[in-house]
């Protein structure tokens, strides 16, 4: 057994390519290996920028011989199929055998192929792999660059180092020679070095200030940047992105420590950490109270004979410059109150079929002091209407125009530094929140009024010109924004009717009369489903200023509340929450209050782990299958006059269980109404024990499968049980 190392030198390979490229190297590398029936024993990759590197340990010398049997056509079938056959085997007719198959002689022919050498196969797959290479982005070079069939590379191509044991592979690739000679260090060691084989390159680059472990030099960044900070009373803001990232810049990473003017420290620290981290590639620091401190680490990738003064020097000065640019941004979007900036938002798209951004703000604006008017969050109104209508002032600014990934940060600073109220400032600077699953979600009032109206109003206004999600498509990321809508409901406990809320934002968003939308929202906010639709639509009461928007109210926003029981559903089973338990309650239908769903949900998952529940529900599907094989429940089914001790006994259980459990639901008490139910389990049992449901007796039959459907129906206040696996 031998080792196999392959390096495909090259110019600089950017650092967000190298974790992808050491991928598809070992997946191309595996692919040309199976094809030839070999298979290593195990596969190690690097990267560096300067290099791609493939170990392949314990390749046999050779591969195995195998024999390969092709059925043909039936021995008496027509020449040209017998010739078509022979030309895909390879073979003559007195080659091939004859055997019987169902009674019919069939031409088989058996190929025998002899093992080839390893290094045979490796010089062929060496060109296929480099040529199948997906590069996110690659180029042509040179005068070969002139036709499209050139290679293409990442980088220019440099040199192939291929070594089976000891043994230089030949193989060549558009003019590049494999061998056994590749470079160190560009500075330090920029020689040729000769390396002997695959078990020692690692030691004989290190030897030429070459570091190709990808994470021993993320281990080495992490340190030393850590010990820098330390010394000088630091402590470092650690950020794996930017260690990954510096690490793939370097092949000798020296952390070093170096500081900025303190006055820059008047800059959101933000805006401080993004700039060195963004265009820099720096880490930063705190101080001892966790303050940013005026502090930056570089990654320099060279041992500097004076310890790297004049290279902390020259990165003091280029950021400096940055951040220069960056207090110019700062303090130029300052003399401009967020307000003014409205004019410039009426001028960018939202989108083609929705308006303009300003359009946005005023649709979120209207939903945020509506859910805040109708206690849906208990938040100050005009709070919230004020704060929804500067949430995306900061859109136009230089700063976030700089960095877009400051958006509703810096429109908090901007509202803070203006005099406007501290809880609209911070409505302002979290409205986006929660973005993905470990964001945590806001709290206060204000905040969550505007960050529901903005994710609610993008998805009825995305429903409604039927630009919902698709497979896997969602390009307005609809389905992150309703798990940060269900998110928001369920920490703040906010109760909502979700269909007359969506109906009216739908109905009303786009209204240019205030006081007209204001009198029609309230009376979305007492009607029905029903009501809404038949009233609002087509009667005396319709005051919509968009009458075509209602021609699909029921389609869009009963399709939005499937939506979001689906992405409900999706969230709760990766809580833990079984699946068929959240299909029993969503399977009643009609609730439109999340919040409500959920807790009955929980209480039913705790009720089907007792003994009673799990009971409860053996005698439910019995009843339920009873009820299916007979049809029903016959018309003019009365009560029996003279029930049996055991039917008394349940329909007495019944007369008690079901008052309460409708009570309890009422009331919200869930776990109350579960206990309602469990008072059941025992009659029920007795029920099907003692008395004989499908009597000769007609009236008796017909009482005694009413009563079963009103054991069925009182369960299925709580929920479908039917839904219910066990």
């Not at 209407?385 to 901007?414: I, N, S, W």
């Not at 926003?557 to 309650?585: N, T, W, Y």
């Not at 079963?708 to 696996?725: N, P, T």
Request: hydrophobic letters at 45%; proline letters at 5%; charged letters at 25%.
């Amino acid at each position: 057994m031998t080792d196999f190392l392959l390096e495909l030198r090259s110019e600089e390979i950017p650092a967000r390519m190298q974790d992808k490229a050491r991928e598809d190297l070992a997946r191309l590398f595996t692919a040309e290996l199976d094809k030839a029936g070999l298979k290593a024993a195990s596969l190690v990759t690097y990267a560096t920028p300067r290099r791609l590197t493939l170990i392949a340990r314990d390749l046999p010398a050779q591969t195995a011989a195998v024999s390969e049997e092709l059925k043909g056509p039936p021995a008496d079938a027509p020449d040209a199929a017998v010739e078509g056959f022979l030309r895909k085997a390879g073979l003559t007719r007195d080659a091939l055998e004859m055997r019987d198959v169902k009674g019919r002689a069939t031409l088989f022919a058996v190929i025998d192929k002899p093992g080839r050498a390893t290094a045979d196969v490796l010089a062929e797959a060496i060109p296929a792999i480099v040529r199948a290479f997906p590069w996110p982005k690659s180029m042509r070079w040179g005068e070969a660059s002139l036709s499209t069939e050139s290679l293409r590379w990442v980088r220019p191509l440099q040199g192939i180092v291929a070594l089976l044991g000891d043994t230089v592979v030949d193989c060549e690739v558009a003019g590049v020679t494999s061998g056994a000679v590749t470079v160190g260090h560009r500075f330090h060691h920029p020689d040729a070095i000769t390396v002997t084989s695959a078990a020692t390159y690692v030691d004989q680059l290190r030897d030429a200030y070459v570091i190709v472990d990808q994470n021993e030099r993320r281990a080495t960044i992490a340190v030393g940047a850590k010990l820098a900070a330390n010394k000088a009373g630091l402590t470092l803001v650690e950020d794996e992105g930017l260690l990954i990232e510096n690490a793939g810049l370097t092949e000798w990473p020296v952390p070093l420590l170096g500081r900025f003017d303190a006055a820059f420290l008047d800059v959101p620290p933000e805006v401080i950490q993004l700039t060195a981290r963004v265009n820099q590639k720096y880490f930063v620091c705190t101080n001892a109270d966790g303050k940013l401190a005026n502090a930056f680490i570089c990654t320099a990738n060279i041992d500097a004979a004076d310890g790297g003064e004049r290279i902390v020097a020259g990165n003091q000065k280029v950021l400096a410059a940055r951040l220069s640019d960056a207090r110019f941004f700062y303090e130029t979007d300052l003399k401009t109150r967020l307000d003014d900036l409205h004019p410039k938002l009426e001028k960018i798209v939202f989108h083609e079929k929705l308006g303009t951004v300003a359009d946005k703000v005023d649709r979120v604006a209207k939903l945020a002091r509506w859910l805040a008017e109708e206690g849906i969050v208990k938040a100050d109104p005009d709070l919230a209407e004020r704060a929804a209508r500067l949430c995306k002032a900061d859109l136009v600014t230089g700063m976030v125009g700089e960095f877009p990934e400051l958006q509703g940060l810096m429109g908090g600073y901007y509202a803070a530094a203006q005099g406007e109220d501290p809880a609209v400032a911070a409505a302002i600077r979290d409205h986006y929140k929660p973005v993905g699953q470990g964001d945590d979600v806001p709290t206060p009032p204000v905040t969550v009024a505007v960050s529901l109206a903005d994710k609610l109003d993008s998805i009825v206004q995305f429903f409604a010109v039927d630009e919902k999600p698709s497979g896997s498509k969602d390009p307005y990321a609809l389905r992150r924004s309703a798990l940060a809508v269900l998110r928001l409901l369920f920490a703040n406990e906010c109760r909502a009717g979700l269909w007359p809320l969506l109906a009216g934002h739908l109905a009303l968003g786009q209204s240019a009369d205030t006081e007209l939308e204001r009198t029609a929202r309230q009376w979305f906010w007492t009607k029905s489903k029903d009501e809404i639709w038949t009233q609002y639509a087509w009667g005396s009461d319709a005051r919509n200023p968009y009458p075509e928007r209602l021609e699909k109210m029921p389609t869009v926003v009963d399709s939005i509340l499937d939506f979001f029981a689906d992405r409900l559903k999706v969230q709760q089973r990766e809580a833990g929450v079984r699946h068929d338990l959240i299909d029993a309650v969503f399977a009643l239908g009609g609730e439109d209050d999340l919040v409500r769903l959920l807790a009955r949900v929980h209480a039913l998952q705790a009720f089907m782990a007792t003994e009673d529940g799990a009971n409860l529900l053996a005698g439910y599907k019995r009843a339920a299958n009873i009820l299916k094989k007979e049809g029903g429940v016959p018309e003019g089914a009365g009560v029996n006059a003279a029930p049996e001790p055991a039917e008394a006994a349940l329909i007495a259980a019944l007369d008690a269980a079901e008052p309460k459990a409708a009570a309890a639901v009422e009331a919200e008490d869930f776990e109350g109404a579960m206990a309602a139910l469990a008072t059941l389990r025992a009659p029920i049992d007795s029920f099907f024990a003692d008395v004989t449901v499908n009597d000769s007796a007609p009236a008796k039959r017909a009482a005694r499968l009413a009563l079963l459907a009103r054991m069925r129906d009182a369960v299925h206040r709580v929920a479908d049980f039917g839904k219910i696996e066990g």
